[in-house]
């Protein structure tokens, strides 16, 4: 291998020094390069594709189940967002205040939407007059900041993210309440059908809801090195912001009611959830359904028979073009195959196929999985449909490895001690009793950094202990512990 | 007509109050609303929806030839605008400044991106080693602000709008000029195919090029009031950006060179154009390439056939819908068709199909067109074709009608009185010889705000004059004057 191929491939080891293994793998898989000032990155081409991609497909659901996208201001007004912190406790986003317009001081200074509910309930408020009007549903897909002074991870912790943001009215309680688990399985069906990733659903603790929210809830992924990461949050708000925001209706006895609404949100860390899991100390790892290409083509040739190699290349690359598969032929005559092969595994291409003498003279072309390397030489004539069945194999598998770390990192505790030494040896998700009280997850927290990342979903399931593992009073529900991104 | 309907309908009139009819559709067709702070709007969905059929059309043509989506920061540090100021001369855009995150004051002001050439030239340069990296083409769709003090009007002129920036790099000047016209054809294509709009191309005077542009071409549309829209610009910027942002690359023979740069960019004006090109006095007309729903079925029943009505349009709805129609059935008990009429005439339905009892016992339905209210009862066992040629026709009307206004309004003048006077009189183009001096555009300006808008494309097409109109000097080019939006 030469300096140069050194140079491309990864340095750093996933197992042991993760942090820097993903920032080595997301710069040089050419996801994303850091932006001159601290906090921001710039998106290039391979990583934004990985985003249009998820976007299609959660907008097509969106969509399909009466969402409309809309598009409100980029900023808004100081005095909106401190009506929403006056009737929302805990609302205090630190944010990116605009005070100068070209040359002058602005009257009143201009948040950067740290996220849209005050500037955009006012708009819900005036366009709902009559039950007709409603469900309301609407969305955006939109850049929104948050000053918050960490260290940059792309697509964990950036000042500025992507992300949609769904806000919702409906007549009651029962119709806002089907929409809140209706956007949470979405969620759910983009990280297990898109991003080959198994998820837990659940419910925020009251003391971490989203402030005005009546409730809050979350699928969790639990990232190899044992961290859980929220991957999206849909929040049942009741009547707070509809009463706040006068989202009110007449209804079908003319009587005024109060709007209930939701709002929901996916944001890029997704992206980096799906980074984190797949990939692997050659780089980058993709499910087929994000990869472009699914699909590279590597002819390995001498000069002898370079024309005819390439000639049966491309007559594959045609057939699976065709069937509308992406396909990408690597025929640069100034690499070899081998550099080829490390290129496409740093970018995380799902499946190579090799052609070389022998597959054009049996016409037969030979299979190779990104993820573990497995190799399979095939009948060419059938190659579309192998293809496709070889794409879903790949699919699969990395569903189930991200599955078998899930599956053994939810452990029980029923002590203080035995929260610490289980999520302290193993990481992982720790199950216990709880009594519901902030403070009991205070010296968790203190000690090791973890929190209570979800309890169940269901307010009256039973919890499994009888008794808070913290304070030992009465257990209220079962609270899942776990380090967090 | 009762009250109510009068309010929704509208009340100014195109012809003698523009600008309010303008602002009256665009908020009672729902397309925007006004936001709180000046200068800013809220897209409704029934707007947003047009943009998005918009960028997917352009987005569709920009990936079949080669553009790749990417996202850089919303904010641009102070000193990489600075720096493309001291190298491009002209440029001093007016921004909104960020000072202040969270509670603290920022080291240096933060630009809100006015355009992203300075943060994304550094990239290229980076990005580009090889002339293998070459071309580059990159693409982004986000918003932009524009501190100008202006009176809002909505998709014309706000101080945020969304657009899309593409940014190219290329070997040499051939490549860049190639790209350069291809974009500006992709525009043109855009408003004739998809906003049924005929548009000219055409080149920007020196004095009004992009800052550090060798050369920018334009697309400009004529107003029904007479004023030209530029309605999307595309720059050959040749090596003054490669120069001052270090864009070069190792060639062939192993030289370095200098990239060529080009940058284009379209915004949401085109949907202002739109707008006010094919509405007339009773709201909004949209092309079916752009509306949703294209076609909507009036049931017209009476108390004693409901159902069978409403069932024969439900066949008919399911028909339409099954062959990719966009069709909505309007089967509100609570609104009269009249009302029904009125209301998807405002809001700019292409088609509407009543059924009453004539169209379900003949097997009929009546289709009438939204431009000029043209009926024609047709035969309903080939309704779907028949729906598509009416569609077909609609489009073509309107196309027929932008290019009769624009055909009759392109005139000649040899002085500036003669200038003067027929813009003063006809709105519209005027074409004369010009010295290429903008000082011989300033009486023209001065007296009736009228400005060069553009000249031809060919920098060695004869100019139609020998003397300049205003001075009197050998023309070097011919002009086109007009008043602009
Ligand atoms: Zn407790
Ligand atoms: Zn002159």
Chains 1, 2 share one sequence.
């Not at 990116?96 to 955009?120: C, F, H, K, N």
């Not at 000042?159 to 119709?175: N, P, R, V």
């Not at 028979?305 to 509308?324: C, M, Q």
């Not at 490895?401 to 029923?414: F, K, N, P, W």
Request: charged share 30%; hydrophobic share 35%.
């Amino acid at each position: 291998m030469s300096d140069s191929e050194q140079e491309l491939g990864i340095t750093e080891s996933k197992e042991y020094s993760t942090g820097d293994w993903y920032a080595e793998v997301v710069q040089k898989a050419e996801l994303a390069d850091y932006a001159p000032m601290g906090g921001f990155i710039v998106t290039r081409p391979r990583g934004y594709q990985i985003w249009e991609r998820i976007q299609n497909h959660l907008d097509g659901w969106f969509k399909d189940t009466g969402v409309q996208n809309a598009y409100f201001p980029l900023f808004i007004p100081e005095g909106h967002l401190e009506r929403e912190k006056d009737i929302v406790e805990g609302f205090d986003p630190e944010v990116a205040w605009v005070t100068q317009g070209g040359y002058d001081e602005l009257d009143e200074r201009l948040a950067v939407r740290p996220t849209s509910e005050s500037i955009i309930a006012p708009y819900m408020s005036q366009w709902t007059r009559s039950h007709r009007d409603l469900p309301l549903r609407l969305n955006q897909w939109c850049s929104v900041v948050r000053w918050e002074a960490t260290e940059t991870k792309p697509f964990f912790r950036t000042k500025e993210f992507l992300w949609q943001e769904g806000h919702t009215a409906h007549e009651d309680s029962d119709g806002a309440w089907e929409e809140t688990m209706l956007r949470l399985e979405q969620y759910e069906r983009v990280y297990e059908d898109v991003l080959a990733m198994p998820v837990l659903k659940g419910r925020k603790p009251d003391h971490d809801k989203f402030p005005g929210a009546h409730t809050t809830t979350t699928v969790e992924a639990l990232m190899p090195d044992g961290k859980s990461v929220q991957g999206g949050t849909s929040h049942y708000l009741g009547t707070s912001f509809g009463e706040a925001f006068d989202i009110t209706y007449i209804d079908e006895n003319e009587d005024e009611q109060t709007a209930h609404t939701t709002s929901w949100g996916l944001s890029w860390r997704a992206m980096g959830a799906l980074i984190m899991t797949h990939s692997d100390d050659q780089g980058l790892v993709l499910p087929p359904t994000l990869a472009d290409p699914q699909v590279v083509i590597v002819p390995i040739w001498q000069d002898d028979n370079v024309d005819e190699i390439l000639g049966y290349a491309e007559e594959l690359e045609s057939t699976l073009d065709d069937a509308g598969i992406r396909v990408h032929l690597d025929d640069r005559d100034h690499r070899n195959p081998g550099f080829k092969y490390n290129e496409w595994e740093l970018k995380g291409v799902p499946l190579r196929i090799e052609v070389g003498p022998n597959e054009m003279d049996e016409e037969t072309a030979t299979l190779v999985h990104r993820p573990d390397g497995e190799s399979e030489t095939v009948d060419a004539t059938t190659i579309t449909e192998t293809t496709e069945d070889h794409l879903d194999t790949v699919f699969a598998k990395l569903y189930a490895s991200a599955e078998e770390t899930l599956e053994g990192e939810i452990r029980e505790a029923e002590s203080r001690e035995e929260i610490l030494g289980t999520i302290g040896q193993h990481g992982g998700y720790v199950k216990c009793g709880w009594c519901g009280e902030e403070a009991c997850e205070e010296p968790v927290k203190d000690a090791i950094a973890a929190e209570i990342v979800m309890v169940p979903l269901d307010r009256d399931e039973e919890p499994i202990h009888e008794e808070c593992a913290i304070c030992g009073e009465d257990a209220e529900e079962t609270a899942y512990f776990a380090k967090t991104y």
